[in-house]
């Protein structure tokens, strides 16, 4: 099993920055891409941020500029730096990777709980 635990969530005021971290644990063989998703209301969860383990980046057009993704693959984290926020970011932003636990065959999705961003004056 994979498990994936977010933090850096919090209030923010517009033009404010925040970094929310994602740390996944347990006996992994290998993770392939690693996101983030917000929750869009009456529609599906929409892509935020993704970056392969190779480093290639995938931005919504909304925060292209302003959010940057990154990993660090040794410890299995990803890192998504909110730079200008605005109020619109609003939402609780999940963690995904996909990933393939040792002695299972293939890769699957897995999400985190979510960490509320708030943007508010």
């Known amino acids: 099993q994979v498990q994936l635990v977010e933090s850096g969530g919090g209030l923010v005021q517009p033009g404010g920055s925040l970094r929310l971290s994602c740390a996944a644990s347990g006996v992994i063989a290998s993770i392939d891409t690693m996101g983030w998703y917000r929750q869009v209301p009456g529609k599906q969860r929409e892509l935020v941020a993704a970056i392969t383990s190779g480093g290639i980046t995938n931005y919504a057009d909304s925060v292209k500029g302003r959010f940057t993704i990154s990993r660090d693959n040794a410890k299995n984290t990803v890192y998504l730096q909110m730079n200008v926020l605005k109020p619109d970011d609003t939402d609780v932003y999940y963690c995904?990777?996909?990933?393939?636990?040792?002695?299972?065959?293939?890769?699957?999705?897995?999400w985190g709980q979510g960490t509320q961003v708030t943007v508010s004056s």
């Open positions: 995904h990777a996909r990933a393939r636990p040792v002695l299972i065959m293939t890769h699957a999705d897995y």
